[in-house]
Every structure is written in C-alpha cells, then in structure tokens.
C-alpha cells in the first residue's frame, strides 16, 4: 500500500483503464498475452510517466489482432454470391485521447487514422463524454461511411475503471457464432425475434462490443438449477 | 413468458432435454397449465418426439397432455388431427378453438389504410433522420469556415455569409449552441464567420475574475473562452436569438425566415445571388460594377431560381420562400350584402325568454323559439319548417 503512495491518482486511474482495456480486449477474443492484463503499476508507471508523475497518454494506445477463435466466431456463412466471406472481424485500434473536450474534430481525426492504418474497427477512451454532435457522428450513417467497416466504439475513462464483468453480480456473457445461433433457433424453433433482447448500450454489451442482431448466452449460477442460462438478441 | 425455463441447460445449449418452457409457448396458455401438472410423464415422450406423432398413442400421458408432450414435432400439424387418426377421439376438456401458436398467422389482407399511415409515420422519421444529418454536415463544413484566410468577421465575404444563413435555416438554437461547442473545441472563436482563435483566459485556473459594471463577478473560465471578442459574440448571438426554437422537421409551411447577419456591408449581402457574387470577385472597379450588376443580377436570377429549384427537390413538401410566386389563386373577402344589424334585446326578452336557462332554451320548447328565428330572414324560411 505504501508504494500507491509514490504514484499520483492519475496515474493510478489511468493504470486501471489500460489494465480493463486489455482485459476487454482479451475477453473479446483478440490476442493478448495474459501477463499483459495484470501489468502492475510500478511497471505502467516506469512505461508511461512523464517527468511529472502524469500518465503520458500519447504512448498507451495498443493495437490487437483476433485470435483464431474470435475469427470462426464472426465468420459469416458463405453464399452463393460470396462463396468465401471474410470474417466480420479485423484488427483493433485502442487510443487513449487526451483531450479534456472530445468533439467532431477529435472523433473525424481519429476516424481518419483508422481508416489510413487499414484497421477494422476502434475503440477511443476519451476523458469525458463526448459532445453531442460527435455522438450524432458515431451514430448515423455518415459515420459508417468514412470511419473504419467494424465502427469506432468511444468509452469514458471512468467507464474502464472497474472491469464490471469481475462484479459477482454480472452473470458470464458468451457471444455466440452466427452458425451456433442458427442452431439454437433451430433447436427451440424460435424466430430471433422471440428470443429476449438485450441493449446494445447495456454496459456488458458495449464491454462485448455486441452489434445488432447477435445473439449472446447469459450463464449464472441458480440455486434450484445449479447453472442456468438464457439467450439473448442485442438490440 | 414461458422461454427461459426453455432454455435451461447443462452446459452446451444444444444438449438436454427438458421440452417444457417451449412446450408451454408452442400450445398456448392451456397447455401450459397441463405441463405443471405433469411435467415428469412429458419429459420421455419429449425424447421420441422427433419421431411420428401418432406413435405416441400408447404411451403414459393422457391425451389431454400429448398435444404439450410432443411439441417439436407438432407445429405444423395441429394437435387435434393428430389424435383423431387413430383411435377413438377423446373429448377434450380444453377449448375446442386451440390453434398451436406456432402456426403461421392466418394472412390477413393488407390493411389501405393501417399501411399508410405506417408509412406515413415512417417517412415523417426518415425526413427527420435527414435533418439531424443535414444539421451535423452544416457543422462540419462551418467548422472550417471562413473559407477565405484572414476575413474579417465584421465584413464577411459574401459567398460565405450567404452559405453560413443557408445552413442556419434548420437550425434550432440548441444546435448553434453545439456549432459554438465544436469550434471551441478546434480552439475557435465561436462565430462561425471569425477566423480568430478564441480568447484565452489570463491564467489556467477554473474560476476567473471579471470586472463589470456591477463590480467583480466570478466566471467559468470556460465562459471566457468561447469567443474572440466581445464584438464576435454579441454577432454570433445576434444570429442564434433569430433561429426557430421548432425543430426543422416540424416546421409548417415554407416560411423560413431570413436569417440577418450584422455587418457592416449588408449592402452586399441584401442582393446577394450565386452569380453576381462571383461577378464580384472577378470584376474590380466597383463604379461599373454596379450599373451592370442591376441588370445582370436580374438576368443571372432565373438562373439561381432554377438552381434552388433542383435544391428543393431535395426536401419535397416544404415550399420554399422562391416558391411564393406559384400561388396565382386570389383570395376574395366575402363582403356582405346588407349592413350588419346589431343583435336587438327584443327577441330574447319576448315570449321565450322565460324558457331560457342561463340563455339556453331546452329542446322542449326549441321550436317554438326556432320559428321565431326563421320569421327574421324571410328569404328561406320554408327550407326550415319541419315537416
């Protein structure tokens, strides 16, 4: 406890945010080491301080690419127009902004370098929410069109303090592929549409990076059942 | 809803066998009742329920319960059939109308009027959708602006003041407010036709003295640094107290107003059309320029009034100020034939005056009183004698 001490809050704060990045990385599927995810702050703190005890964040953003699971599960079927469909997943691009104010300017600048490095979608961790217009950017359409193909996701600092998938209260979420999705409504013989929904705001679901349409398996413990789990369709 | 006991597992989601929950959804509420009642004896006819339904006869469950017991097997062939194939038909104690809730929904024909107002409401939130878009591609582009380097914001360029009201015109005030957000955030003034830089605070702190007329007063640094100048802000907010509180896509009409900008050339601004503005540019000598401009800004107008026709495509139903001229219909008072005769006490206090209550007279007594009022204009009083 003593060697906190040394460490402005800052920099303790900012040492959780990258630790819960990376464990939302690695969670998703994207390859990461393991040790990679509990860095200790001596450690991030010799890697991104500047003279003055702040954390740098210039030097914090990370770039992953999906493991061989995370591939097969956002393979798409193949059709008979596209007999070898890419997978609905690429490499990640995690900034960590600096800005106090994060607007249009910051999101488009952003946008850009994605698109120039060839990522496929990205996650921006900015100190304070956006402005609302950035948000309306993020939103509609345009915003599919000049960003990156998988979309920019936009986190708050404070969001990625707590890893809030560690909470004893929050079942495990498992995405699940789009074939195994086709055969769980097989199995049931539902249409997705009568299936229970989940909202692609919920937090776990922005944790997951979930997109319209998939389907998620939610497994917690019961105490008549011993282990229970429920579908739901993001929304 | 009867799912997520459906969906309880061991594991893998595809291996089990409990039918109940879907069961349950699959024959409707009354099934559903059975199934609590005889959940064990379901679960082995559940197992074999991929195979025929009618095999199933000789089995535990009472037929009652084989419709809830079979369920994957049932959707598309309806329980009752089933049953009456083979043997004797049991008579069931559940209602005779059990349609499996599963079985596609009986077609019904496409409702005229149910689908248009559907699509109605559709393309009010698609036209909507476009606003939101057309208002955050204005701030984009004005995040730029001005155009030309180091205008100045009391004499904008012409062509500039004239794009900045036409993007103004779906603005509402919220959304100038973000216009000011954004360009502070890219370290502008606020005022969207000031190249400046905003203004920095004397020091970094988040509260910052100003000296007033009432004395000293305690801001937001923030405050401070939204503009230029005094001067840019009372401009900018100039444009902002003009703009119509009614988001755009509730607007009536096509009456947009002309958003004023304050300048100092408004002379420039007032005549302002696409053509003459790039005459402007070309031509140097300001004393010719402005016998010509009179009759070529009139000519050049035809054209700038076809070239906002083809952008008035883009949003149809709303007309557009240019658009007033289509209106050829005149509008015509009514006068009257005779003098208008003030209201005389008379009739009231006559003979039906007793009848009235608080001026109302009841039906009981209205006919008399209506004929009454029928002898006033004679012209038409047989139209309204009853019977």
């Given at each position: 406890?003593?060697?906190r001490?040394?460490?402005?809050?800052?920099?303790?704060?900012?040492?959780?945010?990258?630790?819960?990045?990376?464990?939302?990385?690695?969670?998703?599927?994207?390859?990461?080491?393991?040790?990679?995810?509990?860095?200790?702050?001596?450690?991030?703190a010799?890697?991104?301080?500047?003279?003055?005890?702040?954390?740098?964040?210039?030097?914090?953003?990370?770039?992953?690419?999906?493991?061989?699971?995370?591939?097969?599960?956002?393979?798409?079927?193949?059709?008979?127009?596209?007999?070898?469909?890419?997978?609905?997943?690429?490499?990640?691009?995690?900034?960590?902004?600096?800005?106090?104010?994060?607007?249009?300017?910051?999101?488009?600048?952003?946008?850009?370098?994605?698109?120039?490095?060839?990522?496929?979608?990205?996650?921006?961790?900015?100190?304070?929410?956006?402005?609302?217009?950035?948000?309306?950017l993020?939103?509609?359409?345009?915003?599919?069109?000049?960003?990156?193909?998988?979309?920019?996701?936009?986190?708050?600092?404070?969001?990625l303090?707590?890893?809030?998938?560690?909470?004893?209260?929050?079942?495990?979420?498992?995405?699940?592929?789009?074939?195994?999705?086709?055969?769980?409504?097989?199995?049931?013989?539902?249409?997705?549409?009568?299936?229970?929904?989940i909202?692609?705001?919920?937090?776990?679901?922005?944790?997951?990076?979930?997109?319209?349409?998939?389907v998620?398996?939610?497994?917690?413990?019961?105490?008549?059942?011993?282990?229970?789990?429920s579908?739901?369709?993001?929304? | 809803?009867?799912?997520?006991?459906?969906?309880?597992?061991?594991?893998?989601?595809?291996?089990?066998?409990?039918?109940?929950?879907?069961?349950?959804?699959?024959?409707?509420?009354?099934?559903?009742?059975?199934?609590?009642?005889?959940?064990?004896?379901?679960?082995?006819?559940?197992?074999?329920?991929?195979?025929?339904?009618?095999?199933?006869?000789?089995?535990?469950?009472?037929?009652?319960?084989?419709?809830?017991?079979?369920?994957?097997?049932?959707?598309?062939?309806?329980?009752?059939?089933?049953v009456?194939?083979?043997?004797?038909?049991?008579?069931s104690?559940?209602?005779?109308?059990?349609?499996?809730?599963n079985?596609?929904?009986?077609?019904?024909?496409?409702?005229?009027?149910?689908?248009?107002?559907?699509?109605?409401?559709?393309?009010?939130?698609?036209?909507?959708?476009?606003?939101?878009?057309q208002?955050?591609?204005?701030?984009?582009?004005?995040?730029?602006f001005?155009?030309?380097?180091?205008?100045?914001?009391?004499?904008?360029?012409?062509?500039?003041?004239?794009?900045?009201?036409?993007?103004?015109?779906?603005?509402?005030?919220?959304?100038?407010?973000?216009?000011?957000?954004?360009?502070?955030?890219?370290?502008?003034?606020?005022?969207?036709?000031?190249?400046?830089?905003?203004?920095?605070?004397?020091?970094?702190?988040?509260?910052?003295?100003?000296?007033?007329?009432?004395?000293?007063?305690?801001?937001?640094?923030?405050?401070?640094e939204?503009?230029?100048?005094?001067?840019?802000?009372?401009?900018?907010?100039?444009?902002?107290?003009?703009?119509?509180?009614?988001?755009?896509?509730?607007?009536?009409?096509g009456?947009?107003?002309?958003?004023?900008?304050?300048?100092?050339?408004?002379?420039?601004h007032?005549?302002?059309?696409?053509?003459?503005?790039?005459?402007?540019?070309?031509?140097?000598?300001?004393?010719?320029?402005?016998?010509?401009?009179?009759?070529?800004?009139?000519?050049?107008?035809?054209?700038?009034?076809?070239?906002?026709?083809?952008?008035?495509g883009?949003?149809?139903?709303?007309?557009?100020?240019?658009?007033?001229?289509?209106?050829?219909?005149?509008?015509?008072?009514?006068?009257?034939?005779?003098?208008?005769?003030?209201?005389?006490?008379?009739?009231?206090?006559g003979?039906?005056?007793?009848m009235?209550?608080?001026?109302?007279?009841?039906?009981?007594?209205?006919?008399?009183?209506?004929?009454?009022?029928?002898?006033?204009?004679?012209?038409?009083?047989?139209?309204?004698?009853?019977?």
């Amino acid at each position: 406890m003593e060697d906190r001490e040394s460490y402005s809050p800052n920099m303790i704060r900012m040492w959780r945010v990258y630790r819960t990045a990376k464990e939302m990385c690695l969670d998703r599927g994207y390859n990461i080491l393991e040790e990679d995810t509990q860095i200790s702050l001596a450690d991030f703190a010799s890697r991104f301080a500047r003279e003055d005890g702040e954390p740098d964040r210039t030097r914090m953003p990370f770039s992953c690419v999906p493991s061989p699971e995370m591939l097969s599960k956002y393979a798409v079927t193949p059709t008979a127009k596209d007999p070898d469909p890419q997978p609905a997943i690429g490499s990640i691009w995690v900034e960590f902004n600096q800005d106090e104010n994060v607007g249009l300017k910051q999101l488009r600048d952003y946008m850009q370098h994605l698109v120039n490095g060839n990522f496929y979608s990205g996650i921006m961790v900015c100190i304070k929410p956006m402005t609302g217009m950035a948000l309306r950017l993020l939103r509609g359409a345009s915003g599919i069109e000049e960003g990156p193909k998988g979309g920019v996701e936009v986190f708050v600092e404070q969001d990625l303090l707590v890893n809030i998938t560690k909470h004893e209260l929050v079942p495990k979420h498992v995405l699940l592929s789009k074939e195994e999705k086709a055969q769980l409504l097989e199995r049931y013989r539902l249409r997705e549409t009568q299936l229970p929904r989940i909202q692609v705001t919920d937090p776990v679901a922005k944790y997951l990076g979930l997109r319209r349409g998939q389907v998620v398996k939610i497994i917690r413990k019961s105490e008549t059942a011993g282990r229970y789990a429920s579908y739901r369709w993001a929304i | 809803m009867g799912l997520p006991g459906g969906l309880q597992t061991e594991g893998s989601p595809f291996s089990h066998g409990c039918h109940t929950g879907v069961a349950g959804r699959v024959c409707g509420s009354e099934g559903g009742l059975k199934i609590l009642n005889a959940p064990r004896q379901a679960q082995p006819a559940a197992e074999a329920s991929s195979s025929s339904s009618s095999s199933k006869q000789g089995q535990g469950p009472t037929p009652q319960t084989e419709p809830s017991s079979a369920p994957s097997a049932l959707p598309e062939v309806s329980p009752a059939p089933a049953v009456t194939a083979v043997g004797m038909p049991p008579k069931s104690i559940l209602k005779n109308s059990t349609v499996p809730t599963n079985a596609p929904p009986a077609s019904k024909p496409v409702n005229k009027r149910h689908l248009n107002v559907a699509l109605h409401h559709a393309s009010l939130i698609e036209q909507r959708k476009q606003i939101e878009q057309q208002v955050l591609h204005s701030i984009i582009t004005l995040l730029e602006f001005p155009t030309v380097q180091n205008a100045d914001p009391t004499r904008p360029s012409a062509s500039d003041a004239l794009r900045f009201r036409d993007f103004m015109i779906p603005f509402q005030p919220s959304d100038y407010d973000s216009l000011i957000e954004e360009r502070n955030i890219a370290e502008k003034c606020g005022y969207a036709l000031c190249p400046h830089p905003k203004r920095q605070a004397p020091s970094r702190a988040k509260k910052q003295f100003v000296d007033t007329d009432k004395g000293v007063e305690i801001v937001d640094r923030k405050l401070l640094e939204v503009w230029c100048s005094d001067d840019c802000a009372r401009r900018a907010l100039y444009v902002k107290v003009q703009l119509n509180e009614t988001p755009a896509w509730m607007r009536q009409g096509g009456h947009e107003d002309k958003i004023e900008l304050m300048v100092e050339n408004p002379e420039d601004h007032h005549k302002a059309l696409p053509l003459r503005l790039k005459k402007e540019t070309a031509a140097g000598s300001s004393k010719s320029r402005k016998d010509d401009d009179i009759v070529a800004a009139w000519a050049a107008r035809d054209d700038a009034l076809a070239d906002l026709a083809v952008e008035r495509g883009e949003k149809p139903g709303r007309l557009s100020k240019a658009n007033k001229d289509l209106i050829t219909a005149q509008i015509r008072e009514r006068v009257g034939q005779s003098p208008p005769v003030p209201p005389s006490l008379s009739e009231q206090t006559g003979a039906q005056s007793q009848m009235a209550i608080e001026g109302h007279v009841p039906r009981i007594n209205r006919e008399q009183w209506q004929d009454d009022e029928d002898e006033d204009n004679a012209t038409d009083w047989d139209k309204h004698i009853p019977g």
